[in-house]
């Protein structure tokens, strides 16, 4: 008689080494997080303040360089140039994720990827079929996909929740795979009018970035230069620069070399990390999330369909989406559920997970550049995200007690070697639920 295998225990504990990269990476998004936070509510109480006038102003004063095709506002620089910096290091950590992460191998794989592209499609759909029964437009199918990790983290500490490392963990991969969906959406849907001159340049210039990561070169006087023309390039080729970065992040190498402490990928994370998440991200959201908030602009949010679809799109999409496809995902792999957590937790990060802020205001730029849609989308993603973070805020707290048992259990290091003691003991969770 065959002995079945034993079934795998999903958001269980991670591996030591996986833990301290997520710990670190989830630490600089979290104080990332509160700046973004803050961010935004300035961006909001000063284009609705007396100084509206100034803050449009500013967002669209232009500069640059003309000849080289340069000439943006404030807020395009900050869209286009700053964000490229957070998608470099959203290609590091998905490369990190590939290499190392949960995204090494199709088992491991299987959970996140699954929940992910549900998160993502469900949204879309929820959008598209609001938008056909209100006779909208379409174009804005991709704004409700995304996965906000910084804002996310932010509420959570803002909440003093104690949510285990296995769902950080997990919202951080889902993040990763958004982020990646994200790209290709941007880089397919969003490119016209392409120049294939430049576009050929700047694929040239990710060559040369590419032989000098195989050659072992060292020295930031050869990437930044090399780096900023390729940006350049892909903003004169038609292509959304923000692809630039991710592919730098991409070619960078994840793996160390003997004798290296750190591997260029971690180098350079560990050095751009917080100034995307401190700087870049928040200055983005200064200038894209000052929307006028009035009676008449919420009215638009719940009555015309783009707008609608958005918010139900990041609010019920997201919801069903991730819970469903983690569901399934473990149903169909014979999976089993950590049995220190319920699904009520699943469900709970899912509705966290419909914080999709930054990347859903890039999106929604993108698909409404003009016009009195562009301003109620921008109101419909605030409208959501934050409708989302009460919900979850709800669902958490109410879960709170557990989290902190467990986290206190990751967290106990009785001989203070520097290693907690349950990846010593070879213990696993209680199971207290």
Not at 246 to 263: C, F, N, P, Y
Not at 344 to 357: E, W, Y
């Amino acid at each position: 008689m065959t002995q079945s295998r034993p079934r795998k225990v999903i958001l269980g504990l991670l591996p030591w080494p996986e833990r301290q990269a997520v710990a670190e990476a989830l630490r600089t998004e979290t104080v990332g997080g509160l700046v973004l936070l803050a961010a935004a509510v300035v961006a909001l109480a000063w284009a609705n303040s007396p100084w509206s006038e100034a803050y449009e102003q500013i967002r669209d004063f232009h500069f640059g360089i003309p000849a080289l095709g340069l000439d943006l506002s404030v807020a395009h620089w900050t869209a286009d140039g700053l964000l490229a910096v957070f998608f470099l290091v959203a290609g590091i950590e998905l490369k990190r994720e590939f290499v190392v992460g949960e995204l090494r191998t199709p088992a491991t794989a299987a959970l996140p990827v699954v929940a992910a592209v549900c998160g993502m499609a469900v949204p879309a759909a929820l959008y598209v079929l609001t938008v056909a029964i209100g006779g909208g437009s379409l174009e804005g199918w991709a704004v409700p996909m995304a996965t906000d990790i910084a804002f996310a983290l932010a509420v959570l500490a803002v909440l003093s929740t104690h949510l285990p490392s296995a769902l950080r963990a997990f919202l951080l991969t889902l993040a990763v795979v958004d982020d990646l969906g994200a790209i290709l959406i941007i880089a397919v849907f969003f490119t016209s009018d392409l120049n294939f001159w430049a576009l050929g340049a700047a694929f040239a210039g990710l060559a040369a970035f590419y032989v000098l990561q195989r050659l072992r070169v060292r020295g930031w006087w050869w990437y930044v230069p090399l780096g900023i023309a390729v940006w350049a390039l892909m903003y004169n080729s038609g292509v959304h620069a923000t692809v630039a970065g991710v592919a730098m992040g991409l070619i960078l190498r994840t793996t160390r070399d003997k004798g290296e402490a750190r591997s260029p990928a971690a180098r350079v994370s560990h050095l751009v990390h917080p100034f995307s998440a401190g700087v870049a991200v928040p200055l983005f959201a200064l200038f894209a999330a000052g929307v006028g908030i009035s009676g008449g602009a919420l009215v638009h949010v719940f009555t015309d369909p783009e707008p609608l679809g958005v918010v139900i799109g990041l609010v019920a999409g997201k919801i069903l989406g991730i819970f469903l496809g983690t569901y399934l995902a473990a149903r169909f792999t014979r999976a089993q559920l950590n049995p220190d957590l319920a699904w009520a937790d699943v469900f709970g990060l899912a509705t966290l997970a419909g914080i999709g802020f930054t990347v859903a205001l890039l999106i929604g730029e993108l698909a409404f550049p003009t016009g009195p849609e562009a301003e109620h989308v921008k109101t419909a993603v605030l409208v959501g995200s934050l409708t989302a973070a009460a919900l979850a805020a709800v669902l958490l707290r109410r879960r709170n007690r557990i989290y902190k048992q467990l986290w206190e259990e990751e967290e106990r290091d009785d001989d203070a070697d520097g290693i907690p003691d349950i990846y010593q003991s070879g213990a696993r969770h209680g199971g207290a639920r």
